[in-house]
């Protein structure tokens, strides 16, 4: 199983980037998928799930209204939306998998995922 995270980069305060998390040895449609960050000198911190199997959406209150999370079941994708980025939203952002059943109890909770992407970075700077 490898996730592969991508489309971080700098964008300055106002901006929208996408992430992108390539799933591969897996079935996207089987897993429930998540979105953390890790700023430097913090801790990580839960941004959005998704599981597909009940097509439930779940956001954490600091992005909301402005993050989307969504899938590509055909691609094997899963994506992050982020709109109206911030200077706060700076951080390495990490891309999960894990029992779709777990993920819908506890979303926010890092252990509720098995499998890791390796991250990517986003920079929100003028």
């Known amino acids: 199983v490898q996730l592969q995270a991508s489309g971080g980069g700098l964008v300055q305060p106002g901006g929208s980037l996408r992430l992108s998390c390539e799933a591969s040895g897996l079935r996207w449609d089987h897993y429930g998928w998540g979105w953390f960050r890790q700023a430097p000198g913090k801790e990580r911190e839960w941004v959005s799930s998704l599981t597909p199997t009940d097509g439930m959406t779940y956001v954490a209150d600091s992005v909301k209204g402005r993050f989307t999370i969504s899938g590509e079941k055909a691609k094997n994708m899963v994506y992050l939306q982020m709109n109206n980025l911030k200077s706060e939203d700076t951080a390495t952002y990490y891309c999960?998998?894990?029992?779709?059943?777990?993920?819908?109890?506890?979303?926010?909770?890092?252990?509720?995922?098995?499998?890791w992407g390796q991250g990517t970075q986003v920079t929100v700077s003028s």
């Open positions: 999960a998998a894990g029992d779709p059943m777990g993920v819908a109890a506890v979303a926010a909770v890092s252990q509720a995922y098995d499998y």
